[in-house]
């Protein structure tokens, strides 16, 4: 019973707290409205930039975003700090929505923003943020008033003002100018998003640099390979690209000329160069000629060509024989030898430099050769040198004659001895001749050297004056007689009676000249001597005989003073101040066979590596006005010069820089110098003027010194 009535009670008591429990429940339910949600927004917000959301909750709330979808690119804005979820008390409110600054230009994003309010949740905004349509501006160089691309002296090209027309303009590259060395085009790329090269045409060389960011501007310098140049007119697509969008992409016209039928010739055709009766060939590029065995350079720059067939060919260069007005094609020229070098590398461009080396023919003759240079479309068809031969065998064939650029010619010996420079000796009025008893004049000096008939060669040497200085290449075989040791008894001088008629103390004597060699110690220049005759005297003869070592005679000559009709050397140009007064800030005096002495010292004291004394006497020897130059103010006054009449100006060593010129026309030039920068090796320049283009004998040198 107590059992039952416990259990009574304790139902009794758990009814009552439930009764109480519904009690309050329904109290909080009248205290809690509902929950009063703003409408639904849509709001765009730029890149960058923010919204703001206002709410009036009437009760505790929350307002999130979902943080997968935000990423990087939306969060709620809680005071200054990035949030995905803010919370807050009844009343009003504003929700402050952050966008990033990043751009893209293919995605449309947007964030649903979400309120929760008890146990119930809305979305309450949508924020959007556009995609940014993208610019691409490709600037085009501009070209000065002479057509060419040039930098400022920071190095930068100017450009157009707007941007090029990707449908009509075209990126023209120009075949380079002399002095350029590849076709260039430059371009500036100003774009909102970040890019790279796409692609190119073969022909234009790697882009550096080939990418952008959003908002920088890129100059590229664009060029064109030489090792892929096309060899026709070819127009194609330089295209960019969005870096992470590969199939955004801005495409421009390019262009670039066909090579096939570009290429140069280092030389005119028409030339003629002639190499002396040993091989040499006489080199007057420096201003004073020097003879050696390695002939004329020249250059040639030509396309290598593929052909239908697959074979490669470029130009190709021939020495052909000639025997007076017909060819030998069995044969080339034994007294020539053609070296070559390429310098391009794998370029399609070909350029070679060849060089030509003569030596004497080994029958003592004459000969004459010619150069033809052939463009790859013939050189192709040619297997032998009889192909070159039309349907005589002794002609060259007509197709071919207009590619003969030279003709060489090589001097005939006249015995043992030779003369190197024979032009120099006939502008000077010198003669240097086999003797013939043919000849009255000849046949009296033959008796009284060799009344016997012994003496193989006779030669008759006459100078015009004391600067003449005639220089005698021999065999080889006769070496051992000019050594120091042996010339003294291998050369004897007799009186004009000839044999039996020594003279004790001879106004004539023999100079070895040393042989020039390679770094090899291969001789680049014949053995060879000149004979000195003293000072000028009228009616002054005497006879130099020659024994080999066994004192057997081998040859005399016959050296005498004659008239002559050549001028003074260096008296045919005249440079003077054109202000001929009194001047303490410059000197020009004219270099002399008696001043050159003096003149020499000076030089010498400035550059002691060149032996000017021989420099001016080779000069002067070869008919060239000289004359001395020098400053002794940065700023002289009244330096104009007026000079005799030329056609060609120049200033040397090439590449001189403290050294210029300015034509101030009427015969009146302006030469200006400066210092020459610490380390520079010419310390004496010169200005040559050409009465006649090329014509080195004739030229005036004006040897300029800034002593200041």
């Not at 009248?30 to 849509?42: D, H, I, L, S």
């Not at 999130?64 to 009343?91: C, H, L, N, Q």
């Not at 050159?596 to 008919?623: C, P, R, V």
């Given at each position: 019973?107590?059992?039952?009535?416990?259990?009574?009670?304790?139902?009794?008591?758990?009814?009552?707290?439930?009764?109480?429990?519904?009690?309050?429940?329904?109290?909080?339910?009248?205290?809690?409205?509902?929950?009063?949600?703003?409408?639904?927004?849509?709001?765009?917000?730029?890149?960058?930039?923010?919204?703001?959301?206002?709410?009036?909750?009437?009760?505790?709330?929350?307002?999130?975003?979902?943080?997968?979808?935000?990423?990087?690119?939306?969060?709620?804005?809680?005071?200054?700090?990035?949030?995905?979820?803010?919370?807050?008390?009844?009343?009003?409110?504003?929700?402050?929505?952050?966008?990033?600054?990043?751009?893209?230009?293919?995605?449309?994003?947007?964030?649903?923003?979400?309120?929760t309010m008890g146990s119930q949740t809305q979305v309450i905004a949508t924020v959007t943020r556009g995609k940014v349509e993208r610019t691409f501006g490709l600037y085009l160089g501009k070209k000065d008033e002479n057509g060419y691309f040039t930098p400022d002296s920071d190095g930068k090209f100017p450009y157009e003002e707007t941007a090029a027309d990707a449908a009509n303009d075209v990126i023209a590259l120009e075949w380079p100018d002399v002095g350029q060395s590849s076709m260039r085009y430059p371009i500036k790329i100003v774009a909102n998003f970040q890019w790279r090269l796409d692609s190119k045409p073969d022909w234009i060389a790697e882009l550096s640099p080939s990418q952008g960011k959003a908002g920088e501007t890129v100059e590229i310098l664009l060029s064109a390979d030489p090792t892929a140049y096309p060899l026709d007119d070819d127009e194609q697509q330089l295209v960019f690209c969005d870096y992470e969008n590969t199939n955004e992409k801005f495409a421009y016209k390019t262009s670039i000329p066909g090579c096939r039928d570009k290429g140069s010739v280092s030389i005119d055709k028409g030339a003629a160069y002639t190499f002396?009766?040993?091989?040499?060939?006489?080199?007057?590029?420096?201003?004073?000629?020097?003879?050696?065995?390695?002939?004329?350079?020249f250059s040639i720059e030509a396309p290598e060509i593929t052909f239908e067939d697959g074979t490669r060919c470029g130009s190709k260069v021939y020495l052909l024989t000639k025997n007076g007005n017909y060819y030998n094609f069995y044969q080339s020229p034994a007294w020539l030898t053609l070296s070559s070098e390429v310098t391009s590398g794998s370029n399609v461009m070909v350029e070679t430099n060849y060089t030509l080396t003569g030596q004497a023919d080994t029958r003592g003759r004459a000969q004459t050769a010619e150069l033809l240079i052939l463009p790859a479309e013939l050189a192709r068809q040619i297997d032998e040198l009889t192909d070159l031969g039309?349907?005589?065998?002794?002609?060259?064939?007509?197709?071919?004659?207009?590619?003969?650029?030279?003709?060489?010619?090589?001097?005939?010996?006249?015995?043992?001895?030779?003369?190197?420079?024979?032009?120099?000796?006939?502008?000077?009025?010198?003669?240097?001749?086999?003797?013939?008893?043919?000849?009255?004049?000849?046949?009296?000096?033959?008796?009284?050297?060799?009344?016997?008939?012994?003496?193989?060669?006779?030669?008759?040497?006459?100078?015009?004056?004391?600067?003449?200085?005639?220089?005698?290449?021999?065999?080889?075989?006769?070496?051992?007689?000019?050594?120091?040791?042996?010339?003294?008894?291998?050369?004897?001088?007799?009186?004009?009676?000839?044999?039996?008629?020594?003279?004790?103390?001879?106004?004539?004597?023999?100079?070895?000249?040393?042989?020039?060699?390679?770094?090899?110690?291969?001789?680049?220049?014949?053995?060879?001597?000149?004979?000195?005759?003293?000072?000028?005297?009228?009616?002054?003869?005497?006879?130099?005989?020659?024994?080999?070592?066994?004192?057997?005679?081998?040859?005399?000559?016959?050296?005498?003073?004659?008239?002559?009709?050549?001028?003074?050397?260096?008296?045919?140009?005249?440079?003077?101040?054109?202000?001929?007064?009194?001047?303490?800030?410059?000197?020009?005096?004219?270099?002399?066979?008696?001043?050159?002495?003096?003149?020499?010292?000076?030089?010498?004291?400035?550059?002691?590596?060149?032996?000017?004394?021989?420099?001016?006497?080779?000069?002067?020897?070869?008919?060239?006005?000289?004359?001395?130059l020098v400053y002794y103010s940065a700023n002289p006054q009244n330096t104009t010069l007026t000079v005799s009449a030329y056609t060609q100006i120049m200033t040397m060593p090439w590449g001189i820089e403290w050294l210029q010129y300015t034509e101030r026309g009427d015969g009146q030039i302006d030469i200006t110098m400066t210092k020459p920068e610490e380390g520079d090796t010419n310390k004496i320049g010169r200005v040559v003027l050409y009465p006649e283009v090329g014509n080195v004998s004739s030229s005036c040198y004006i040897y300029c010194i800034p002593e200041f």
């Open positions: 019973m107590k059992r039952y009535l416990l259990n009574l009670f304790m139902a009794a008591l758990a009814g009552a707290g439930l009764a109480m429990s519904a009690c309050s429940d329904e109290k909080t339910e009248e205290k809690v409205p509902a929950p009063n949600f703003p409408a639904k927004v849509t709001l765009p917000v730029e890149t960058g930039e923010s919204c703001t959301i206002s709410i009036d909750p009437n009760q505790d709330w929350s307002v999130s975003i979902d943080r997968t979808e935000a990423g990087e690119w939306f969060w709620i804005d809680d005071d200054g700090m990035p949030a995905y979820t803010v919370r807050g008390k009844a009343g009003k409110h504003e929700i402050v929505i952050r966008v990033s600054d990043k751009e893209e230009n293919d995605t449309d994003r947007s964030i649903d923003v979400s309120m002396n009766a040993a091989g040499e060939y006489g080199n007057s590029a420096s201003g004073s000629t020097t003879w050696t065995y390695r002939g004329p350079s039309d349907e005589t065998g002794m002609q060259l064939k007509e197709e071919y004659r207009e590619y003969v650029y030279a003709t060489l010619s090589l001097d005939a010996q006249t015995g043992i001895f030779s003369a190197r420079d024979l032009v120099s000796i006939e502008k000077n009025g010198d003669t240097f001749r086999t003797m013939e008893y043919s000849n009255p004049e000849d046949q009296t000096a033959m008796d009284a050297i060799d009344p016997d008939g012994t003496i193989p060669d006779l030669y008759r040497m006459t100078y015009t004056s004391a600067y003449s200085k005639i220089e005698l290449t021999y065999d080889e075989f006769y070496e051992s007689c000019f050594t120091s040791e042996n010339l003294p008894k291998c050369v004897k001088a007799f009186t004009r009676e000839g044999i039996g008629h020594p003279m004790s103390d001879s106004w004539a004597s023999v100079k070895q000249i040393e042989s020039l060699t390679d770094n090899d110690g291969k001789r680049i220049t014949a053995p060879s001597f000149r004979i000195d005759m003293g000072s000028e005297e009228s009616d002054r003869s005497c006879f130099l005989v020659f024994y080999d070592t066994t004192d057997q005679p081998y040859a005399a000559i016959y050296c005498e003073y004659g008239s002559g009709s050549g001028e003074q050397p260096g008296s045919g140009f005249e440079v003077k101040f054109t202000n001929s007064g009194q001047n303490d800030t410059a000197m020009l005096q004219q270099i002399t066979m008696d001043s050159m002495d003096g003149i020499a010292d000076y030089f010498s004291s400035i550059d002691s590596g060149t032996n000017w004394k021989d420099q001016f006497s080779e000069g002067l020897g070869m008919g060239q006005s000289l004359y001395a």
